[in-house]
């Protein structure tokens, strides 16, 4: 009985049947040379070698972005800081299980909702009794104001002046 074999091409070369002669062989081996970068005159156990090598790579990355993928949730509920991140990503890697289980149990340090410092070049609008406080401050910080003013107009016209550049 002959096996069934998928001919739809779709993994190259070497999925289009089990029973591959000898020149399909070389076909194959032509193909997996190009595709690792590899010169003809490389051998075949150092084009194994190779492959295994990018096998080993695209199984580490795909089991870092795993990793990663299970720290990321844990973040978002400020179960974890930035800080701790690379210490959650390393556990995650050793044993994914551990890490679910402590997430589980792990308490919230940052709680959720939290609120970003202000942008340094994002100036906040200043309220009125603010507005006030500075003016006084600066009135009384400069005592050649008092021969030219009085506390009161001094303050009027400090919040006249905010108003007057928040219309603009």
């Known amino acids: ?33 190009e595709q690792l970068g590899l010169d003809a005159s490389c051998s075949d156990d150092d084009l194994l070698t190779a492959a295994c090598r990018r096998i080993d790579a ?44 402590w997430v589980k149990s792990a308490p919230v340090l940052i709680p959720p909702g939290r609120t970003d410092p202000p942008d340094p070049g994002e100036r906040p609008q200043r309220t009125l009794h603010h507005l006030e406080t500075a003016a006084r401050a600066e009135y009384h910080g400069h005592p050649e104001l008092k021969l030219v003013t009085s506390e009161e107009a001094y303050v009027a016209d400090a919040v006249r002046d905010h108003e007057a550049r928040i219309e603009k």
């Open 58 to 101: 695209l199984e580490q990355a795909g089991r870092q972005s795993d990793a990663e993928a299970r720290v990321e949730p844990a973040i978002r509920a400020g179960k974890l800081t930035e800080a701790l991140r690379p210490w959650a990503v390393t556990l995650a890697l050793r044993d994914a299980a551990l890490f679910d289980e």
């Open 1 to 33: 009985m002959r096996p069934i074999v998928n001919r739809s091409n779709a993994g190259g070369p070497v999925a289009d049947s089990v029973e591959a002669g000898p020149a399909r062989r070389d076909e194959a081996l032509v193909a997996l040379r």
